[in-house]
């Protein structure tokens, strides 16, 4: 199961565009080892915690940016066709040009939900 689960992870890797998807989990490791960072030096500080989230933010802009981009190349390729195709060749299309955003809004959603924690379990600023 393990196997083939990483095997579908890399497949949609190589499917979504190795141009939008590899800088999408570059981002998001980076934001992990940031996060790692913080707990380790025990150093939550504004600006780290800032950058931790416009980093999430940033991949979720890039992924809708790689979704775009998908969805151009995508019907580009259709009007350049003069025959009709069958719906599943479209399907097919529409669903590699959906990954990005898919694994981006999954990693932003991860990057979200810490984040929150880090501001609920932060000691609040005195005003």
Known sequence: MKTMLAITFFTHHIEGSIYFMAP?????????ILLLYMFVQKKFSTNLVQAFKHIGLLILVFG???TVTGFLQMFDALE????TLPIQVIAGGVKVALLNIVYATAYFSIIQAIYVGIKIASPKQPA
Do not use: V
């Not at 350049?80 to 025959?83: H, L, S, T």
């Open 24 to 32: 999408l989990t570059l981002f998001f490791s980076l934001d992990i």
């Open 64 to 66: 809708a940016l790689g």
């Open 80 to 83: 350049a066709i003069k025959e």
